[in-house]
Antibody, heavy 118, light 107 residues
Framework: QVQLQESGPGLVKPSETLSLTCTVS????????WNWIRQPPGKGLEWIGY???????NYNPSLKSRVTISVDTSKNQFSLKLSSVTAADTAVYYC????????????WGKGTTVTVSS | EIVLTQSPGTLSLSPGERATLSCRAS???????LAWYQQKPGQAPSLLIY???SRATGIPDRFSGSGSVTDFTLTITRLEPEDFAVYYC????????FGQGTKVEIK
């Protein structure tokens, strides 16, 4: 059974770079795309971007200038970097696996809370 | 970018009642790429329906999805206590987008 686990700092200072990693266990990173989604407190879900196992990426246009997603197939991990963060980037960040055929997200991590504050 | 609008924002119902949730797309959306998720407080979303009408593994048959083109519906035929949650639709056009969610609360 595939499981995803987010990890990274829970507190980031304004203007700095948020860095998170998602570790995939119980299965291979190959054959899927791997997504980052966030949820500000009390609000809905916002898709951040995804990376194919091959390395190609697609980002939310509203965040594209600040987002980098990378993959390390040797470690079965993929990572998110979000630069120049502000308080508006405070959210629960989820990683999720996406089917390459019908594009649904069938496996999610539990989420990690990131607070942007000095 | 396809914008998804969910209605109503909140649905107040009693256990045993029927829930009908709507998801409308701003432009034509392939039903193959329409999914529904359930999110309970403090938990990650979980997949309910994919391809507009196919139930994910382990999802009880009181959950059903329907619709096409721009109008999609999630129906819960008889609400169980564990069904009170927030529900999101999601589509994939050139990239994924989510609706803003519908909260199903106990009346």
């Amino acid at each position: 059974q595939v499981q995803l686990q987010e990890s990274g700092p829970g507190l980031v200072k304004p203007s700095e770079t948020l860095s998170l990693t998602c570790t995939v266990s119980g299965g291979s990173i190959s054959g899927y795309s791997w997504n980052w989604i966030r949820q500000p407190p009390g609000k809905g879900l916002e898709w951040i971007g995804y990376i194919y196992y091959s390395g190609s990426t697609n980002y939310n246009p509203s965040l594209k200038s600040r987002v980098t997603i990378s993959v390390d197939t040797s470690k079965n991990q993929f990572s998110l970097k979000l630069s120049s963060v502000t308080a508006a980037d405070t959210a629960v960040y989820y990683c999720a696996r996406q089917s390459l055929i019908l594009y649904y997200m069938d496996v999610w991590g539990k989420g990690t809370t990131v607070t942007v504050s000095s | 970018e396809i914008v998804l609008t969910q209605s109503p924002g909140t649905l107040s119902l009693s256990p045993g009642e029927r829930a009908t949730l709507s998801c409308r797309a701003s432009q034509r959306s392939s039903s193959s790429y329409l999914a529904w998720y359930q999110q309970k407080p403090g938990q990650a979303p979980s997949l309910l329906i994919y391809g507009a009408s196919s139930r994910a593994t382990g999802i009880p048959d009181r959950f059903s999805g329907s619709g096409s083109v721009t109008d999609f519906t999630l129906t819960i035929t008889r609400l169980e206590p564990e069904d009170f949650a927030v529900y999101y639709c999601q589509q994939y056009g050139t990239s994924p987008t989510f609706g803003q969610g519908t909260k199903v609360e106990i009346k």
